[in-house]
């Protein structure tokens, strides 16, 4: 396993995150919140709602003077438009949210394969993070309901539609998707308690060097060694240097007499037998 912050555990925490945050995002931005219909001109059209977005609204064509159905999503003009401060409140704290959890999801991502992104504590530190998102986002989809009682909801879901209460209408996708991301954020937020891990302890090498075209790596202990082993040895051959010269000396002061003795025989003929 690639040496990283993350543990085995850590790996799934990261899994999750994705999931849990691609949820969110999606159901945030696609307005199948709530599904609803309208009546125009004889026909029974589809809408969707969402907080600051919808789908199929009803437009006044210049042309014919009459309305008409305009089968399209679109955000409102501003933000203002939107029909209800409750879902101005719902947009802003899931939005926070969302940007949230996308931020410590680009932070995990790359954690799998990079040391030093991840360890212990910044693993808790990004489930408060998710924590938190999950809050903002669960809150919003909470407070998103006082707002049925506006007149677009009651124009698709029917004059029983009211704080809480859908009427005609019913809960769409995007809004279940949110719901459950926020949940998967929270469970996120515990598994990041084991998600990281204390990074294993680099080997203290020494810096390459280069010697004769070839490279050298030496960790401490052995780096050590070698110094120590040159060091007994440039103190061990001056010793030795030494010894040889008083050796060679001493042969040298051994042999003089030999060498005198045999000149004076040479000289003075066979010394004589002694009777």
């Avoid at 408060?128 to 879901?157: F, H, K, M, T």
């Avoid at 042969?251 to 066979?270: C, D, N």
């Amino acid at each position: 396993m690639i040496n990283t912050g993350l543990s085995v555990l850590g790996y799934w925490w990261v899994c999750l995150s994705i999931l849990a945050t691609s949820c969110v995002v999606v159901g945030f931005y696609i307005p199948h919140w709530i599904i609803g219909a309208i009546n125009l001109n004889g026909r029974k059209n589809s809408v969707y709602f969402g907080s600051f977005r919808r789908c199929n609204y009803p437009i006044f064509d210049q042309t014919i003077k009459h309305f008409r159905m305009e089968f399209l999503c679109g955000r409102y003009s501003s933000f203002s438009d939107i029909p209800s401060i409750y879902w101005q409140i719902a947009s802003i704290s899931i939005g926070c949210g969302c940007v949230l959890a996308v931020v410590v999801v680009f932070m995990l991502i790359p954690s799998c394969c990079i040391k030093h992104i991840v360890s212990k504590n910044s693993s808790i530190l990004f489930g408060l993070i998710q924590v938190v998102a999950a809050v903002g986002i669960s809150s919003g989809c909470v407070i998103y309901p006082l707002g049925w009682d506006n007149p677009e909801i009651r124009d698709a879901c029917g004059t029983y539609s009211g704080r809480y209460l859908l009427g005609e209408c019913q809960l769409g996708w995007a809004y279940i998707s949110m719901l459950t991301g926020s949940a998967l954020l929270l469970v996120c937020g515990g598994l990041s308690i084991c998600g990281g891990r204390e990074l294993d302890p680099p080997r203290s090498r020494s810096t390459l060097r280069i010697r004769d075209g070839r490279y050298f790596s030496f960790d401490a202990d052995t780096l050590i060694d070698t110094n120590l082993k040159h060091f007994t040895r440039s103190q061990s051959q001056p010793l030795v240097s030494n010894r040889k010269s008083s050796r060679s000396g001493s042969q040298q002061l051994v042999a003089a007499p030999s060498t005198r003795a045999s000149k004076h025989r040479l000289r003075h003929g066979p010394a004589p037998f002694d009777v």
